[in-house]
């Protein structure tokens, strides 16, 4: 794994290195405008996200604060209310004594209707003497309450001390079937002259009160507020605000409160697969807790608008960036393609290219200098075509000069044998076909001649022969009309017929055959010289062939075969020249394949 990951980064490197040069300075542009661009957005963006988050949260918490510092406010004031019994003597007297009377009734009256007339949301007060008797007064639109369903609930809260005791949100029954949601402000009321307790005063708060307190957070804040009492039970929960679905918070209002920890502060949650941002703060006062629960995609919302923009700008501008790098790099690489181009094409063979510059930058120096080696190569290439035409007619003027003092000293040869029998008339003729013979070698040596010319000096060479051998040999000649007039170079049949007459049939007991045989196979004439000799072994054989093929030595096979393959692949080229093939005991065949005329290269 190591060793891989060590490897990428020259892997990278190959790769970009073996782009076209277009390619890299696109990838060049491209990564030095898009990283910056791309690394300041980011940075702005990621800025701008905890930028909105630390003002959402700090905006939050005053709008919690000063929630909370209202219902503060708002329960110190129900409290003091609840001391008003211990100043008003005639209330004393009234809870001190026993039974009922019109005037009992009327100052009780009169005293409640203050009381339940001091803050709006007050749903009852109520006051209970010291032998239970309960009196209160109801706002409007209640006709009728149901206290001594309370009372027992009401002496309990009040039992431990003469503190006033908030007792958290709960229903009670008015009008028979109907329900209010309240919470109640209770205190003892206690004689000013001994002490005891003489009664209770309870104060009923309708719960929409804190709507009015909560609702100017919620439009700030986008959120929902929560309201709970110092001992965890629910006072007032928004009812859907700020996006959430309706008693979000009130159905997970345990989820929030484990997540409170000290007077203040804010942390994330997820409900119901959504983000939110809380923030809280706890009463010293009274221990409640008020936190505000503020969806994190409203918060987010204008940032992402933010980044959406910048996203689209970051990539206008790459856009932007990537069509001035291509035009740059095409503009730049368009005089190195038309060099490749051309220099492709002096690769296959076609100098006649040039180039032109339209700058003098490097890359119009460079296209110069190109310029200028097409022309140098050009005038080398036309040395060493001129070179090799001399060395070539060098080559075939000292090869083909070695053909003529070879036959021509079998010949003598023959010559002295039948002068040594005085044949005279044979001499003669002798004589005459050995100048036919010369003349055909020497004259014009270096001009081409037809393939019926060659087959006619064979036909003479054959016929100096029977003169020594008479009888000893026979030729066979079936060669197609068309390739009679075939160009060929000089002096390729001969030598081959010599070779097989003094190496294949002179040392055969009897006559021999030799038959020559010519037909076209595509744009090449291909010729058979067959004869059928004593043949050769299939070692010499190997040895022949890959003579005549590799170019090795080959004396040990004698000059007329070796010369007469040279001077095949001199002028027709390395493909062309003489394959043997021999059967010890049978014969041998010499097979040669000679150009067409058509594509035969003819000199200037």
Do not use: C
Not at 481 to 488: I, R, T
């Amino acid at each position: 794994m190591l060793a891989h990951i060590r490897r990428f980064p020259r892997t990278l490197w190959l790769f970009l290195a073996n782009l076209p040069m277009e390619r890299k300075l696109i990838v060049v542009f491209i990564f030095l405008i898009s990283l910056p661009i791309t690394y300041v957005s980011y940075l702005s963006s990621r800025s701008t996200f905890n930028s909105v988050l630390v003002n959402a949260t700090a905006s939050a918490g005053q709008m919690a604060d000063s929630a909370s510092d209202t219902v503060d406010r708002y329960l110190t004031d129900l409290k003091r209310y609840t001391a008003l019994p211990l100043y008003n003597t005639d209330v004393q007297f009234y809870l001190e004594q026993q039974g009922t009377d019109w005037e009992k009734n009327t100052g009780m009256s009169m005293f409640l209707s203050y009381l339940n007339h001091t803050k709006e949301e007050i749903v009852a007060v109520y006051l209970v003497d010291k032998y239970g008797s309960v009196y209160y007064d109801k706002s409007s639109g209640i006709s009728e309450l149901f206290p001594a369903e309370r009372l027992a609930q009401w002496q309990s809260l009040t039992k431990e001390g003469v503190a006033p005791v908030v007792q958290g949100r709960h229903t009670i029954r008015v009008n028979a079937s109907d329900h209010r949601e309240v919470f109640s402000i209770l205190r003892t009321v206690s004689s000013v002259s001994s002490l005891q307790k003489i009664g209770m005063i309870i104060f009923d708060i309708n719960i929409s009160l804190f709507k009015g307190i909560v609702d100017p957070v919620n439009a700030v804040t986008h959120g929902s507020t929560l309201i709970v009492d110092d001992q965890g039970g629910l006072i007032y929960a928004s009812p859907g605000g700020g996006g959430d679905s309706p008693g979000l918070l009130e159905n997970n209002t345990d989820k929030f409160l484990q997540q409170v920890s000290g007077p203040g502060g804010h942390f994330r949650i997820t409900l119901d697969s959504k983000d939110y941002l809380a923030v809280y703060t706890v009463s010293e006062k009274t221990g409640w807790t008020t936190l505000v629960s503020i969806p994190l995609d409203t918060i987010l919302s204008p940032v992402e608008k933010t980044r959406n923009t910048q996203i689209l700008t970051t990539l206008a501008i790459i856009a932007f960036a990537l069509i001035v790098a291509t035009f740059i790099s095409y503009a730049l690489t368009k005089p190195l393609k038309s060099m490749v181009r051309l220099m492709k094409q002096v690769q296959h063979g076609n100098l006649d290219v040039w180039l032109h510059p339209r700058y003098n930058d490097e890359i119009g120096m460079l296209g110069s200098h190109f310029n200028r080696m097409i022309i140098r190569v050009k005038d080398l290439l036309q040395e060493v075509t001129l070179t090799e035409k001399r060395k070539q007619k060098a080559d075939m003027r000292a090869l083909q000069n070695q053909i003529n003092p070879h036959f021509i000293y079998n010949t003598l040869e023959s010559i002295r044998m039948l002068a040594e029998g005085s044949d005279e008339p044979r001499v003669a003729q002798l004589t005459y076909l050995l100048g036919m013979q010369m003349r055909y070698g020497i004259v014009r040596s270096e001009e081409l001649v037809t393939i019926r010319d060659e087959l006619d000096h064979v036909r003479n060479y054959l016929d100096m022969l029977q003169i020594r051998f008479p009888d000893k040999f026979s030729l066979q000649i079936q060669v197609q009309e068309q390739l009679l007039s075939f160009p060929v170079i000089k002096l390729v049949f001969q030598p081959i017929v010599e070779n097989a007459v003094f190496h294949g049939l002179e040392p055969k007991q009897g006559p021999g055959r030799i038959s020559i045989t010519g037909w076209a196979e595509g744009d090449q004439a291909v010729f058979s010289v067959e004869d059928n000799g004593v043949g050769m072994d299939e070692v010499t054989l190997r040895a022949l062939n890959s003579s005549l093929s590799g170019g090795a030595d080959g004396e040990k096979f004698g000059i007329g075969l070796r010369n007469v393959n040279e001077r095949l692949r001199l002028d027709y080229g390395s493909p062309f020249g003489l394959r043997v093939e021999s059967v010890q005991g049978s014969g041998t065949r010499v097979t040669l394949r000679i150009e067409a005329l058509s594509s035969h290269r003819t000199e200037e």
